[in-house]
């Protein structure tokens, strides 16, 4: 007797009607996401999160009465955050929140000028435990992550999500080196694939080894490594 896969239960939470409703109607053709609420403004928000559980929220930033950032904040305190995914759904204008977002727990970052079947994947995604992040947005979280002094309480080998920390970079190949750098500055697999000569399949074999020399768990928090160490400018 097969087993059916249970529905991935989404909060939806942005400031705009138009919005909510343009997500729903995208989301109600999905036979594997059930909306479970809806939510206009900040404090609902975060009591919406602990009435209904939701696997997934996507949160909008500009909330009235207590905006995006500080949802994750209270859902922190609440201790939501490991069983909750949020999927910030923002404009590009914000990126200069991303970070203290990601550092807040959020999972992944989808801009609302996306194409629209990206909805639904992102939130696959992010139930599943990964992080959501395009090219775009990655280039934008490293880019503020990549100046001290807007940050200077996050040490140079301490990863985003506070897992343990990154080994000896001695440890690296030549050609690992290069393919971090390409990572930090937004490439996707098939593009560092194309620009090294190298297939794809090989790409994915460094980054599973550089990810093991370093203990880092996904593709942000290499990025991260290689702004906290300089790899970024290095050639």
């Not at 404090?43 to 930033?61: A, F, I, R």
């Not at 140079?156 to 080994?167: D, E, Q």
């Not at 390409?182 to 074999?205: C, D, H, P, R, S």
Request: glycine share 6%; net charge negative.
């Amino acid at each position: 007797m097969s087993s059916v896969t249970a529905p991935i239960r989404v909060l939806i939470a942005d400031a705009f009607p138009i919005v909510i409703d343009g997500v729903r109607s995208i989301l109600q053709h999905s036979p594997g996401i059930q909306i479970v609420g809806e939510c206009s403004d900040g404090g609902e928000t975060v009591e919406k999160v602990l009435q209904l559980d939701p696997d997934v929220l996507v949160l909008d930033l500009k909330l009235p009465r207590t905006d995006g950032l500080s949802v994750l904040r209270n859902l922190q305190a609440q201790d939501r955050a490991n069983h909750t995914k949020v999927l910030l759904f923002a404009s590009a204008e914000q990126k200069d929140e991303f970070v203290d977002a990601m550092k807040l727990g959020c999972s992944g970052i989808l801009l609302k000028d996306n194409p629209t079947h990206l909805i639904e994947k992102s939130i696959q995604k992010v139930h599943a435990g990964e992080i959501w992040l395009d090219s775009t947005t990655t280039a934008a979280v490293i880019r503020q992550f990549a100046s001290p002094n807007d940050h200077p309480n996050v040490p140079s080998t301490t990863p985003l999500n506070g897992s343990k920390p990154s080994r000896e970079r001695a440890q690296l190949s030549q050609r690992e080196r290069e393919i971090i750098i390409l990572i930090a500055q937004g490439y996707k697999n098939k593009e560092i694939a194309e620009k090294m000569f190298i297939t794809e399949q090989t790409v994915k074999n460094h980054l599973h080894n550089v990810f093991d020399k370093l203990g880092v768990s996904d593709r942000l928090e290499l990025a991260l490594y290689a702004i906290h160490n300089s790899l970024h400018v290095k050639s």
